[in-house]
């Protein structure tokens, strides 16, 4: 098993700087995911791993060796990497047997153990007795297994993926979540995953870097990263939250205007400072009917809808709008008043960033 070590990593298309500084280790058979929106760097960091782009400065270590720097670029072939891309990048007029068997071939291997190889990997991905269809006449589910499939035939010391499941419908993309992590578990080969999609990252990852504009805001198991987000950009990419600006407060509150303050935890801030305070939707108890205590806060509704499993509601509350999620669901009608109530350890303050 095979550890990963990015060390500042910088990567330049001109002046553009797409990686600035990315440092992160990989553990042996670990399955570590890059998150985050488009255009953050998640991509130029995998094909800087796979050996597909040169490095503008760092280094980056596979086991002992070193396969990218300023002086070595390790061509990929040379790397033992297996890639699963977005775009299946099947061969459309070869056979699934011989999609997998490719890259076997190329190795010159045998007739026989190509085709032990093959028959075991095919059956891994749950495609055992399809070596012999027609690729094209798949489904997109199923020709996504055969590329992976083909990654891992080669026993690869590390495997990339670059969002795999984004071409597939919503069902499908939920199932294959819990097969490439079961699958990758039980072959214990480190991987490196990259997707924007904050679900499918929490249910695949070990570990979540969460990045953005070419660096790393935080490293984390998912609910590291859900609950104790370290910047306001974590908080609002992962999952829902509301944003309050507001003054930290010489009595240790958080002045959001001249009628509405909020108790909080203040350890780290000084009177005076300018703060984000968040809040998470769930974490705010409404009630129709006046309640008292700590941060009760008077609101109406604006607008409500049905999801199915919960409603999301929009509240007015002091000049802005709260979205609230109810479980199980209901239903206020428009106007309706209502009292939020927020505990004082549910709320998350981070520095305001200057505009
Ligand atoms: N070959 C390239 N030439 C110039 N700019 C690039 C190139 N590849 C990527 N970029 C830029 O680098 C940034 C990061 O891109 P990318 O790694 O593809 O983001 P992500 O995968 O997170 O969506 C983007 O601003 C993108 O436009
Ligand atoms: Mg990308």
Redesign the pocket.
């Known amino acids: 098993m095979t550890r990963v070590v990015i060390s500042n990593l910088v990567?330049q298309?001109?002046s553009?700087r797409?990686?600035d500084g990315v440092s992160l280790t990989i553990e042996p058979g670990e399955l570590v995911v890059?998150l985050?929106?488009?255009?953050?760097?998640?991509?130029?960091?995998?094909?800087c791993v796979a050996g597909l782009?040169d490095v503008s400065g760092g280094e980056i270590r596979m086991g002992e060796d070193v396969v990218s720097s300023a002086s070595v670029a390790l061509p990929p072939e040379k790397r033992a990497i297996g890639m699963v891309f977005q775009s299946y990048a099947v061969w459309p007029h070869m056979s699934v047997f011989e999609n997998v068997a490719f890259g076997l071939r190329l190795k010159g291997l045998g007739r026989q153990e190509i085709t032990e190889r093959v028959e075991r990997v095919l059956a891994l991905v749950g495609l055992k007795g399809f070596g012999a269809r027609d690729i094209s006449k798949l489904s997109g589910g199923q020709q996504q297994r055969v590329a992976l499939a083909r990654a891992i035939v080669l026993e690869p010391r590390v495997l990339l993926f670059?969002?795999p499941l984004s071409n597939l419908d919503a069902k499908l993309r939920e199932h294959m979540r819990f097969e490439i992590r079961e699958l990758q578990k039980r072959l214990g080969i480190t991987s490196l995953y990259?997707t924007?999609d904050q679900q499918e990252a929490m249910v695949i990852a070990d570990r979540i870097v969460l990045?953005d504009s070419?660096r790393i805001d935080q490293i984390g198991g998912p609910q590291d990263i859900y609950r104790r987000p370290a910047s306001r950009f974590g908080a609002e990419f992962v999952g829902l939250a509301n944003v309050v600006t507001a003054t930290v407060g010489a009595d240790g509150r958080a002045h959001c205007s001249p009628t509405l303050e909020l108790a909080c935890h203040t350890e780290g801030f000084r009177a005076g400072d300018e703060v984000d305070l968040l809040m998470r939707p769930e974490d705010i108890e409404v009630s129709d009917q006046p309640i008292s205590g700590v941060n009760v806060v008077e609101s109406t509704v604006a607008r409500s809808y049905f999801l199915g499993n919960l409603a999301d509601l929009y509240v007015n509350v002091d000049n802005a709008q709260w979205r609230l999620q109810l479980s199980p669901p209901r239903l206020w009608p428009e106007g309706q008043k209502m009292w939020l109530r927020v505990r004082p350890e549910d709320i998350r303050l981070f520095p305001r960033k200057a505009a």
């Open positions: 990567k298309f001109g553009f797409a990686i890059l985050g929106p488009s255009g953050c760097g998640k991509t130029t960091t995998l094909r782009e670059d969002e990259v924007h990045m070419g």
